[in-house]
């Protein structure tokens, strides 16, 4: 596929994208269930229980009363939790769990579309622990991600501070095309899920990856691209040149784990039925990479 380079003296663009079942070819936010089994911070119902939590949203996704569901059981699963003890299981495993998984068609896009001058922007769900390392090791310019609460006595709360979800996610691309100078007219998006249409609609070149039903539906009536990603690769296949992050950064790559797409359904949730409040939530932190 050929990309045309943009003329910088006009508006810059950008292109966003999810990152679950889009750029790595599972669930972010569950992968690291065996993780924490092992590290004795859940039994073995409750990873068995993850297991097929992951097989679930691989087989088809999760609509948004299925997240609610899967938000509730995790919510009271993870509340409590050490971070630092979260953070040391996630450290030991994230190269192994993350780097054979990122879609080597995305990758792809990714070069292409920095070959073409625009940025590159993951917009997340999941936790800014999960969310910022990844975007490094991808070269991405800036991230979005899910931001949890962590109280005096350094447990998970429940709470969130920032929760990128369904409509938080296209007023973050909104926020960033204004302080960045971005046309979204001429900017990119790529999803799977439906919960992300909003996301989508807020381009001029909506994409949609590896669908569910609903957005492939959607997709198909809007007669946007329906793209099909089925080849994860490691990263040090894909790019000879690259190295896992230290250890230190490590440890601090994916503290969020469940707690954050989860318990963070709470905080979206009260959100949606708020009114006249609802338009002045918390502030979406930008990550330059």
């Known amino acids: 596929m050929l990309w045309l380079v943009e003329n910088h003296s006009s508006p810059r663009t950008a292109a966003f994208f999810d990152l679950d079942k889009t750029v790595i ?72 769990l993350i780097d054979p998984i990122i879609y080597d068609e995305a990758a792809s896009l990714i070069e292409e579309h920095h070959a073409a001058g625009r940025d590159v922007v993951i917009v997340s769900t999941s936790g800014a622990e999960v969310v910022e390392p990844i975007g490094e ?27 990128a979800y369904g409509p938080t996610k296209a007023e973050a691309v909104r926020e960033l095309a204004a302080s960045e100078g971005y046309d979204l007219s001429r900017c990119y998006a790529y999803s799977d899920s439906a919960t992300d249409l909003p996301m989508l609609e807020a381009v001029g070149h909506p994409h949609a990856v590896n669908p569910d039903r609903v957005l492939r539906r959607e997709a198909v009536a809007r007669e946007w ?22 250890r230190p950064a490590l440890m601090a790559a994916a503290a969020i784990g469940a707690a954050a797409a989860t318990a963070g359904l709470v905080w979206y949730a009260s959100r949606r039925r708020q009114s006249a409040s609802m338009k002045t939530g918390p502030s979406m932190r930008l990550v330059r990479i």
């Not at 899910?146 to 501070?161: I, K």
């Open 25 to 96: 070819a599972k669930s972010s936010t569950l992968t690291f269930g065996k993780s924490f089994y092992q590290g004795g911070l859940i039994n073995r119902r409750d990873a068995l229980r993850t297991a097929y939590t992951q097989f679930v949203f691989l087989a088809g996704g999760a609509d948004h009363d299925q997240m609610e569901r899967m938000r509730a059981y995790l919510s009271r699963l993870c509340k409590g939790w050490n971070v630092q003890q979260v953070r040391e299981l996630v450290a030991e495993t994230l190269h192994e």
């Open 137 to 163: 090791m991808l070269g991405a310019d800036r991230v979005v991600a899910t931001r949890m609460v962590v109280g005096d006595d350094g447990c998970f709360t429940g709470e969130v501070e920032y929760y």
């Open 225 to 246: 691209p329906v793209l099909v990603f089925n080849r994860p690769v490691r990263l040090k296949q894909r790019f000879p040149s690259f190295r896992m992050p230290p």
